[in-house]
């Protein structure tokens, strides 16, 4: 079955610099990636997504990147706040299975 | 809408105690599922449903059963509960098809079992 791999487990950044997370599948069939954020006591929540027609998709100072080749996506934030700390989820799933597979999660710091 | 309805919040039951952890959504979606989340392994998938009458092994079912008569509600029940259940349970929802807008998830459960 699918396997998601994601890295850094975490990652700690000054405030306005970049972050990257990386995620590997194992599933070539795989061609939907969506991205959650997920705040500290609350619930996991969609913050970009890409389909694997597609190499790169932007939305403000979030962007997602699509290797099929070598079945890798990852997450860039730009211009990082205090706000965007949070644990990050990438995830693959394949066609209309209705299964949709999780990485194990990146702890973002954003120092001030 | 509602949205995703996660009931109860939070539930601290005995070890070989059973219960059902109620998951009901209001949006007329046809994929539902069911993971748990503990600490630095992420969100791992239990059971998952395509539609009602529908439902599929996730990454990690054993000691957990699903059920999925209706479209709107998809509960999971503990069949004899473990300390190793211990842990946050989330569902999720998203609409048919090809997974377009991906899963909106519940406020989750926080199960303890002593």
């Known amino acids: 079955g699918e396997n998601v791999e994601q890295h850094p487990s975490t990652l700690s950044v000054q405030e306005g610099d970049s972050a990257v997370i990386k995620c590997t599948y194992s599933?070539?069939?795989?061609?939907?990636f969506p991205w959650y954020k997920q705040e500290l006591g609350k619930r996991p929540q969609l913050i970009i997504d890409?389909?694997?027609?597609?190499g790169e998709k932007k939305d403000q100072r979030i962007a997602v990147t699509l290797n099929k080749t070598a079945k890798h996506f990852s997450l860039h934030i730009t211009e990082t706040q205090p706000e965007d700390s949070a644990v990050y989820f990438c995830?693959?799933?394949?066609?209309?299975?209705?299964?949709?597979?999780f990485g194990q999660g990146t702890t973002l710091q954003v120092k001030p | 809408n509602a949205g995703v309805t996660q009931t109860p919040k939070f539930q601290v039951l005995k070890t070989g105690q059973s219960m059902t952890l109620q998951c009901a959504q209001d949006m007329n979606h046809e994929y539902m599922s069911w993971y748990r989340q503990d600490p630095g392994m992420g969100l791992r998938l239990i059971h998952y449903s395509v539609g009602a009458g529908i439902t599929d092994q996730g990454e990690v079912p054993n000691g957990y059963n699903v059920s999925r008569s209706t479209t709107e509600d998809f509960p999971l029940r503990l069949l004899s509960a473990a300390p190793s259940q211990t842990s946050v349970y989330f569902c999720?929802?998203?609409?048919?098809?090809?997974?377009?807008?991906?899963?909106?998830f519940g406020s989750g459960t926080r199960l303890t079992v002593v």
């Open positions: 995830a693959a799933s394949t066609g209309n299975t209705g299964k949709l597979i």
């Open positions: 999720a929802s998203s609409p048919t098809g090809s997974l377009n807008y991906g899963y909106t």
């Open positions: 890409i389909r694997s027609n597609v």
């Open positions: 599933d070539s069939a795989s061609n939907y």
